[in-house]
């Protein structure tokens, strides 16, 4: 009979068994068997910290089911900062403030001055533009014989089809 040799790699020589080594046996190297990921809950900023569940509907109020800007819907109601107005029946009109002005940028102009004098290619920096947009898109909303008005700020060229998107679902809730 042979006699089993310690593992020389081994942190406790005498130890040997629980290191073997060689094709299908886990160790250094080889893939290992990934233990189930816990199921799924919220952090916050992926520091850990369980996210908290959110807040529920005021008292007397169920659940919102969409807002612009400061006016919400929840269930049959419109809420607003100057009180609830009825759902059913209202009026939503939405009117477009903001502009979007288009520039040649500071910067391409010293570019073009710059390189104009090396070669004729300088040109081609004055075809930059730079697009701004601001302004404010007014929603205002009738029913029940009060009237309400919010802004949103524009932040680019797309926010008004994005508020005109949000007042066709208030208005088919309305309806």
Not at 32 to 57: C, E, R, S, V
Not at 135 to 162: E, K, L
């Amino acid at each position: 009979m042979s006699e089993q040799q310690p593992n020389p790699y081994a942190s406790d020589p005498g130890q040997g068994d629980e290191y073997k080594w060689g094709p299908g046996t886990p160790s250094y190297g080889y893939p290992q068997p990934y233990p189930q990921p816990p199921a799924y809950q919220p952090t916050i900023g992926g520091a850990g910290i369980p996210a908290q569940m959110p807040p529920t509907a005021p008292m007397g109020y169920p659940a919102a089911g969409l807002s612009l800007g400061d006016i919400t819907i929840a269930g049959d109601q419109i809420i607003t900062p100057s009180g609830p107005m009825p759902l059913r029946g209202a009026v939503w009109n939405a009117t477009d403030f903001s502009r979007t002005e288009e520039k040649i940028p500071a910067h391409a102009i010293v570019l073009a001055v710059i390189f104009f004098i090396f070669c004729l290619l300088g040109l081609l920096f004055l075809l930059m533009k730079e697009r701004r947009t601001t302004g404010y898109i007014q929603i205002t909303v009738n029913s029940g014989g009060r009237h309400h008005s919010t802004m949103i700020p524009a932040v680019d060229p797309g926010t008004y089809m994005w508020v005109m998107s949000q007042l066709n679902q208030a208005r088919a809730l309305s309806m």
